[in-house]
């Protein structure tokens, strides 16, 4: 079993069997209250529920149905489980997050390249809409993460950051408030190392590469007036420049050591 979250007065999780394959259960904390909630792919058939998200007193999540990976929702009965997009929306939903008083997430288009879509959702299936897909100039983007890296997408307030690859493999940082005018690349964060990303203050904080080949220490509330360069890092010598948060203070480490800003 994996991805335990508490929603109303259930606690939710995923777990395997031969019968129902991976699916979402849930329990009261007694024998005889721990269930499946609804077995969502047809047979033995995994959904595998990811992205776990109380909010509300309910759980929403992304599973399989047996045609594509959609967002769900449940109060943890068969019957209070429902899928909050139609049978003609995306073939892929992932990256679901709670972002202020409403759900985020991408959604691809497509097959090759695919068209990655930024969703939002109130929780109903009326209220789950797409934006437009985000492009830079004529190419499509998606989102993209690494192993043992920062999450990909990372919500502050109303909002959310995140990496996104366009169909030639350039990746840089954009900000989206879930509408197409707030969605916005975020500047010199073309090819940012995974790791040089970091939260603090409600506020995101990146080093980016300058044209001449130097770095600066950018910091962004998500609105373009608000995003800048705070510090002249410079051409660090052989050694690492991660972004971290650091007690009272966000930081980032190279060689030699630089200071706290």
């Known amino acids: 079993p994996s991805g335990f979250t508490t929603a109303g007065d259930r606690l939710f999780f995923v777990a ?18 721990t269930r499946l909630v ?3 792919a047809p047979g033995a058939n995994a959904s595998n529920p990811a992205d776990l998200v109380a909010w509300q007193g309910r759980l929403y999540f992304i599973a399989h149905d047996g045609r594509t990976r959609t967002l769900w929702s449940t109060d943890g009965t068969a019957e209070g489980t429902q899928t909050l997009m139609s049978s003609t929306t995306p073939r892929e939903v992932r990256h ?23 969703w939002t959702s109130d929780g109903t299936p009326g209220g ?17 993460g690494y192993a043992g890296a920062p999450d990909p997408v990372i919500a502050i307030g109303r909002r959310i950051f995140f990496r996104r690859r366009d169909a030639f493999g350039l990746e840089t940082l954009w900000t989206s408030d879930g509408t197409a005018a707030g969605t916005f690349e975020l500047p010199e964060s073309r090819d ?15 080093i980016g590469p300058g044209e001449s080949g130097d770095f600066r220490l950018f910091v962004s509330d998500g609105t373009s007036a608000g995003t800048h360069p705070i510090f002249d890092i410079g051409f ?26």
């Open 236 to 261: 660090p010598t052989a050694g690492t420049d991660f972004l971290f948060p650091r007690a009272s203070a966000a930081a980032f480490s190279s060689s030699p050591p630089m200071p706290t800003t």
């Open 96 to 118: 679901l997050r709670l972002a202020g008083d409403r759900l985020c997430f991408e959604a691809l288009e497509g097959y090759y390249p695919s068209h990655g879509y930024i």
């Open 16 to 33: 395997t069997t031969p019968a129902e394959g991976r699916e979402l259960w849930c329990t009261d904390g007694t024998l005889e209250g």
């Open 192 to 206: 940012v190392h995974p790791l040089d990303v970091g939260v603090f203050g409600g506020r995101f904080y990146y």
């Open 128 to 144: 789950t809409q797409r934006t437009e897909p985000l492009r830079s100039g004529t190419n499509y983007l998606t989102i993209t």
């Open 38 to 40: 609804r077995n969502l």
